[in-house]
């Protein structure tokens, strides 16, 4: 009796066990397939358009925009104008021995930016280095609680956490990485409008990053490089090292559609208003590459305006891993 009890259980038992294998199959099939549908090949391009005279241009629209990727023209999978969004930014001040003639301008401008600047719906960190990369204040809405780190810092840098691995590196300027671990450690996991805004003379001497991974990782995660520079000249003259950091300060800005400001020839509410325009009054559109390719190389964009006597400030591109 019991032998033909068990010999019609386990057929039984062998159908409900398959069913319950089918359906987690089918589930894991499903869920397999769910994450194929994900495409993640689509290219996004903030960008913001200006006038012969510098005026920001309001009001295109989709039709009036054209992009393309290494001189072939991209279908645009979509299109939108970002007016009085909220800014997710970073403060990166460099503390390094040639800065220390900035010391007091810095502290200045960085007030004056969180002040004027600054949004009830913004966020903002700040970051200070020299040999070392260090955060001083993660994500506040506060400028004033900001500042007074800033002065902490000033007095005990060391106290303040790394961003980044450690490192050894007894003396030095760490810029390139100031930026790079404040992309990768910060701003990459955030969304909406991202950019660092840089204050320094461009110089590096002792960074594990170079500047053509600093750009890429900005270009990859569509963050925009403020460069705010501030040079010390010798004898009202240029040295070698300040022309190099000039154009360090440059390209960073250029490549990922930021902007480069000589810090002492322009009024820091000027400038910091322009930025401010610039992040907040802007476009965005996203392309699927006709080019799917996964090679490694950099594709060059490069966004155009239909309408004659416009500019359009963008990244130039990016490398597709």
């Given at each position: 009796?019991?032998t033909r009890v068990?010999?019609?259980?386990?057929?039984?038992?062998?159908?409900?066990?398959?069913?319950?294998?089918?359906?987690?199959?089918?589930?894991?099939?499903?869920?397999?397939?769910?994450?194929?549908?994900?495409?993640?090949?689509?290219?996004?391009?903030?960008?913001s358009v200006r006038?012969?005279?510098?005026?920001?241009?309001?009001?295109?629209?989709?039709?009036?925009?054209?992009?393309?990727?290494?001189?072939?023209?991209?279908?645009?999978?979509?299109?939108?104008?970002?007016?009085?969004?909220?800014?997710?930014?970073?403060?990166?001040?460099?503390?390094?021995?040639?800065?220390?003639?900035?010391?007091?301008?810095?502290?200045?401008?960085?007030?004056?930016?969180?002040?004027?600047?600054?949004?009830?719906?913004?966020?903002?960190?700040?970051?200070?280095?020299?040999?070392?990369?260090?955060?001083?204040?993660?994500?506040?809405?506060?400028?004033?609680?900001?500042?007074?780190?800033?002065?902490?810092?000033?007095?005990?840098?060391?106290?303040?956490?790394?961003?980044?691995?450690?490192?050894?590196?007894?003396?030095?300027?760490?810029?390139?990485?100031?930026?790079?671990?404040?992309?990768?450690?910060?701003?990459?996991?955030?969304?909406?409008?991202?950019?660092?805004?840089?204050?320094?003379?461009?110089?590096?001497?002792?960074?594990?990053?170079?500047?053509?991974?600093?750009i890429e990782e900005?270009?990859?995660?569509?963050?925009?490089?403020?460069?705010?520079?501030?040079?010390?000249?010798?004898?009202?003259?240029?040295?070698?090292?300040?022309?190099?950091?000039?154009?360090?300060?440059?390209?960073?800005?250029?490549?990922?559609?930021?902007?480069?400001?000589?810090?002492?020839?322009?009024?820091?509410?000027?400038?910091?208003?322009?930025?401010?325009?610039?992040?907040?009054?802007?476009?965005?559109?996203?392309?699927?590459?006709?080019?799917?390719?996964?090679?490694?190389?950099?594709?060059?964009?490069?966004?155009?305006?239909?309408?004659?006597?416009?500019?359009?400030?963008?990244?130039?591109?990016?490398?597709?891993?």
């Amino acid at each position: 009796m019991q032998t033909r009890v068990v010999g019609r259980f386990w057929p039984a038992a062998f159908a409900a066990m398959a069913a319950i294998a089918g359906a987690c199959l089918s589930a894991a099939t499903l869920r397999a397939q769910d994450s194929i549908k994900i495409d993640v090949n689509l290219v996004n391009v903030a960008f913001s358009v200006r006038d012969s005279g510098g005026a920001l241009v309001d009001g295109l629209t989709q039709d009036d925009i054209e992009v393309i990727e290494d001189s072939a023209p991209q279908k645009i999978a979509y299109f939108a104008k970002s007016t009085d969004v909220p800014l997710t930014l970073g403060l990166i001040v460099d503390a390094s021995g040639s800065q220390d003639h900035f010391d007091k301008q810095h502290e200045h401008d960085l007030d004056t930016f969180l002040k004027a600047v600054l949004g009830p719906k913004d966020r903002a960190f700040l970051v200070g280095f020299a040999n070392h990369v260090r955060l001083v204040s993660d994500f506040l809405q506060s400028g004033t609680a900001m500042m007074q780190q800033w002065k902490e810092y000033g007095r005990h840098s060391q106290r303040f956490p790394e961003l980044g691995p450690k490192e050894s590196r007894d003396l030095g300027t760490a810029f390139y990485d100031s930026i790079f671990y404040s992309i990768e450690d910060k701003l990459a996991k955030e969304n909406g409008r991202r950019a660092l805004l840089i204050f320094s003379d461009g110089e590096d001497n002792s960074s594990s990053h170079d500047m053509m991974t600093t750009i890429e990782e900005a270009q990859q995660t569509n963050v925009q490089l403020f460069a705010i520079r501030y040079t010390e000249k010798e004898h009202s003259k240029l040295t070698a090292r300040n022309q190099y950091g000039i154009r360090v300060m440059d390209r960073i800005a250029r490549e990922t559609g930021g902007m480069h400001i000589d810090a002492q020839e322009v009024d820091p509410h000027v400038y910091f208003q322009r930025i401010a325009e610039e992040l907040r009054t802007s476009y965005e559109l996203g392309y699927y590459p006709s080019t799917a390719t996964k090679d490694d190389t950099f594709r060059k964009i490069v966004v155009r305006v239909k309408k004659p006597g416009l500019t359009v400030r963008s990244r130039t591109g990016y490398f597709s891993r």
